[in-house]
């Protein structure tokens, strides 16, 4: 019975804040603040120039500690703590990781820890803000496509930082399917449903199909030297990055600096969630992968990571797909494995154009000029979507994924 209570909640992905149509996509964020928050949102829609122009420690210096009790509804907290989460990379990284700053002023501090206690979410830039809640499109009543998408905010980086946080959305966007299908899924183990279930399971794989057509659209949105030079820096955290050992102080918050993790694809609940429908485990074995992705479920928010824990405590479909001992539902099940190991390979070549390659060729000019103080800059670089052991994060997934394949009875 156990099982039963807790899946049969599986019903209901609205209570999840998952959309049918959007998945773990935010549907239609807000763009606009109440005008007495225009000190945050006017910072945030000039980050590149202000950073550029040298000037964006001055502006927040001059920026009021608001208060955060004329911010109404889930909504209007996400895009505040989208700005709030922009302007503190923004500042923090703004000499791009030569010289960093060890405080956040308060008038930033204040509220982004506010407003990030409120959503159950860390005081730092996650996949959440800059992805799942930083778009709008240009026609209300268009598609969601790149030609009808754009972004709120951004950082230095040029255009990379629409096509990078736009194929994020877009791969998101081609789960919801995929997602939509795993409560059928659940049901259908609860009801011995094989018909259905086999349907669903093709449903699946189809969106894995799907969502790596959509990563292609990278190659042709983001260019390798503005990812890996600028855009890499500002998604950076401060936790295990040898620029900022301590950590950052949130002044007015905390008397002792804190620490945390930087943006990272990890933190996709899509990237969890297939993994965990299918049983795919990842052991503490190969290194730190089984527990970062564990770190990474708290970067997520608070509906989402409930989905997962619910999923990972309901029936297993591996379990259920081994007893029937029926063909097709083999078939269909190894078919969805076979899709995820593919796009996590696809995951790593895009890793090696964009961060590997870079990287070397960042080594070679270290070797012969007055080195390129991004490499290894943060935990990007360790686990992020960064160097060497962000490669070796995703090789280990990727083959956990291809051992998941049913054997032959
Ligand atoms: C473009 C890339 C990126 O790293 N985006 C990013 C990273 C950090 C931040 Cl802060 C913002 C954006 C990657 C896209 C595809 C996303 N994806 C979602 N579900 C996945 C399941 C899989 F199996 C898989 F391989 C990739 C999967 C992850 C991000």
């Not at 960093?100 to 979410?121: H, N, Q």
């Not at 992805?131 to 950082?155: H, Q, T």
């Not at 969630?273 to 928010?301: K, N």
């Amino acid at each position: 019975m156990e099982h039963e209570d807790k899946s049969e909640s599986l019903q209901n992905l609205e209570e999840f804040h998952i959309s049918e149509e959007y998945g773990f996509v935010l549907p239609d964020p807000l763009t606009e603040l109440p005008d007495y928050y225009a000190p945050w949102m006017n910072v945030a829609a000039n980050l590149p120039h202000l950073i550029e122009g040298h000037q964006l420690r001055r502006e927040v210096a001059k920026m009021p500690l608001l208060s955060t009790r004329y911010l109404r509804g889930h909504r209007q907290l996400r895009l505040a703590r989208l700005a709030l989460g922009f302007i503190t990379m923004g500042y923090v990284w703004q000499g791009g990781g030569r010289q960093t700053v060890k405080i956040l002023p308060r008038a930033l501090a204040v509220p982004y820890c506010t407003i990030s206690e409120l959503l159950d979410l860390p005081p730092i830039l996650v996949y959440a803000d800059c992805v799942l809640a930083n778009w709008k499109k240009r026609d209300p009543c268009g598609p969601l496509n790149a030609e009808n998408l754009d972004i709120l905010f951004s950082f230095p980086g040029g255009d990379s930082n629409k096509g990078f946080f736009l194929v994020s959305l877009l791969v998101e966007a081609a789960a919801a399917a995929g997602i939509k299908a795993i409560p059928i899924i659940v049901n259908a183990i609860l009801h011995h449903g094989l018909c259905s279930l086999e349907t669903a399971l093709q449903d699946v794989a189809l969106s894995i199909c799907k969502m790596r057509e959509a990563f292609k659209l990278i190659h042709e949105g983001v260019n390798p030297g503005a990812f890996f030079r600028s855009l890499r820096i500002y998604l950076s955290g401060w936790k295990d990055n040898f620029l900022m050992p301590e950590g950052l102080v949130y002044e007015g918050v905390w008397d002792s600096p804190k620490q945390f993790f930087g943006g990272s694809a990890a933190q996709s609940s899509t990237l969890q969630c297939f993994d965990v429908l299918l049983g795919i485990q990842h052991s503490a074995a190969q290194g730190f992968s089984a527990e970062y992705l564990g770190c990474m479920r708290d970067y997520m928010p608070a509906a989402h990571r409930a989905f997962i824990q619910t999923l990972a405590s309901g029936p297993s479909l591996r379990q259920f797909v081994l007893a029937t001992g029926d063909a097709g539902l083999h078939a269909a099940f190894n078919k969805c494995v076979s899709e995820l190991a593919a796009l996590r390979s696809y995951h790593m070549q895009i890793a090696t154009k964009y961060i590997t390659i870079p990287a070397g060729r960042c080594q070679a000019e270290q070797q012969q000029l007055g080195g390129c103080v991004h490499e290894g800059t943060s935990v990007l670089s360790e686990r992020g979507t960064g160097g060497t052991g962000f490669m070796g994060f995703l090789k280990a997934i990727r083959d956990t994924t291809r051992k998941a394949q049913l054997t032959e009875q």
